[in-house]
């Protein structure tokens, strides 16, 4: 089976700096994304990895090791409207387009 | 530049009644995708279509879950003689298809309906 593993829950301040940890063992990789999803809306696109190291956008960096299996989301500046569940989901195969998602990491940064 | 559009928002449907959910994709997208999302869960791929093919149908239960994405018009999931454990949000996501199926594409996602079955 497949296996994608974030916290149930963080919980962090205003201008400070999180990091949301992903793990993965999945049957195939052909890259990692995350997105941001508030309460009741869509998922919105955050970032894609497909190879290792970290990619920078912004307050927004997205980290990947294919050897280990892992990758982290880490948000600088914290505002309050990155209160959200942060989604990792694995691409497993090329042309086979679906997403394996995890059950997704909820953020609450408080005042 | 509208991006992928969802209706019904909301669906009520009593047990055993049709549900028929909707999906236009971002103008230029060509490949589209449904996942499910329960309480408290993560999404679940249910099925992924180009225009007229179903390509990828793993995650869709085999009975009364149906889809399509004709030539014309939008992509229809359909649950048929619903059930209270089909209560759940159903998004729609398009990507453009430029990969032709090498690579990978970015997905995004609509607003989603959320469907309740009294």
């Known amino acids: 089976g497949q296996n994608i593993d974030q916290p149930t829950e963080m919980t962090a301040t205003e201008g400070a700096i999180v990091q949301i940890n992903c793990t993965y063992q999945?049957?195939?990789?052909?890259?990692l994304f995350w997105y941001q999803q508030h309460a009741g809306e869509a998922p919105t696109f955050l970032s894609y990895?497909?190879?290792?190291g970290l990619e920078e956008k912004g307050r927004f960096s997205s980290f990947l090791s294919r050897s280990k299996g892992y990758s982290y989301l880490l948000l600088k500046e914290l505002q309050m409207k990155d209160s959200a569940s942060y989604l990792c989901?694995?691409?497993?195969?090329?042309?086979?387009?679906?997403?394996?998602f995890g059950t997704g990491t909820r953020l609450l940064v408080s005042p | 530049n509208a991006g992928v559009m969802q209706n019904p928002r909301h669906l009520v449907r009593r047990r055993g009644q049709e549900a028929r959910l909707r999906c236009s994709p971002m103008?230029?997208?060509?490949?589209v995708y449904w996942y499910r999302q329960l309480p408290e869960e993560g999404l679940k791929f249910m099925v992924y279509?180009?225009?007229?093919?179903?390509?990828?149908e793993s995650g869709m239960p085999k009975e009364r879950f149906s889809a399509e994405f004709p030539k014309e018009g939008p992509s229809i999931l359909r649950i048929q003689q619903v059930v209270r454990g089909d209560s759940a949000a159903y998004f729609c996501?398009?990507?453009?298809?430029?990969?032709?199926?090498?690579?990978?594409?970015?997905?995004?996602f609509g607003p989603g309906t959320r469907l309740t079955v009294l």
């Open positions: 279509l180009q225009k007229e093919n179903i390509i990828d």
């Open positions: 990895n497909v190879l290792d």
């Open positions: 999945t049957s195939g990789f052909n890259g």
């Open positions: 989901a694995v691409i497993l195969n090329t042309g086979f387009q679906k997403l394996v």
């Open positions: 996501a398009s990507s453009p298809g430029e990969s032709g199926g090498v690579g990978t594409d970015t997905q995004y």
């Open positions: 103008k230029g997208h060509s490949h």
